[in-house]
């Protein structure tokens, strides 16, 4: 049996660990919890994250990436938003309308990567585009956000991006669905860009 006992630390970076339980001991003063790409094998119903919402107010980094966590209360994301000055959010699949709340909260984000598009248009022809597009609209990201990475983006979900574009420095692409006129169109409207991460067999070839 593991005891986890943290009481003084402000930065806890475990990425690429496996665990049986989630350390629930946190320290009240924690700015950073980094547990990207993690295995949890008992991850006790989001509670956690529930604990996290109720006892912290300093968190500034909050990381599970690519991990099983999708077990998790977006109250408990959107409470977080308004007690701690978060600036990066990186979060395992969920549908991005579920955080709609946590968005217009999290005043203070720069940072966000994660979620996921569920809600699959119906089969009507051309209108399929627009309906997908609708069911999203009233997703609005934070002002302060310049980083993104959006998991399973596709050209039919791509204009929700549009309004902070342009203040875009990083825009993480490797696990969206746009083809390559989809990727052609997001980045002409990122004249602010620095960081790009992009699987290369979706862009253009380069004049000779």
Not at 12 to 17: A, E, F, G, R
Not at 20 to 37: G, M, V, Y
Request: include cysteine.
């Amino acid at each position: 049996m593991i005891v986890w006992v943290f009481f003084s630390y402000l930065s806890l970076n475990l990425p690429s660990c496996s665990f049986f339980q989630l350390p629930f001991c946190l320290c009240r003063n924690l700015k950073t919890l980094f547990l990207e790409e993690s295995t949890i094998i008992k991850e006790h119903d989001g509670q956690w994250l529930h604990e996290i919402a109720l006892n912290h107010t300093g968190l500034e980094h909050l990381n599970f990436y690519m991990t099983d966590l999708d077990k998790v209360e977006f109250q408990d994301l959107e409470l977080i938003a308004r007690r701690c000055p978060l600036v990066c959010l990186k979060i395992s699949d969920c549908d991005i309308l579920d955080l709609v709340g946590f968005f217009r909260a999290a005043v203070t984000l720069e940072e966000f990567a994660g979620g996921s598009f569920n809600a699959q248009p119906e089969l009507n022809g051309d209108g399929d585009s627009n309906d997908q597009l609708g069911r999203y609209s009233a997703v609005m990201f934070p002002q302060r956000l310049c980083q993104l990475g959006l998991t399973y983006l596709g050209n039919g979900e791509m204009p929700i991006v549009f309004p902070i574009a342009a203040r875009l420095r990083k825009l993480d692409l490797l696990y969206a669905f746009l083809d390559t006129e989809g990727h052609c169109i997001l980045l002409q409207r990122c004249p602010k860009l620095e960081i790009l991460e992009v699987k290369l067999k979706v862009l253009p070839p380069l004049p000779l």
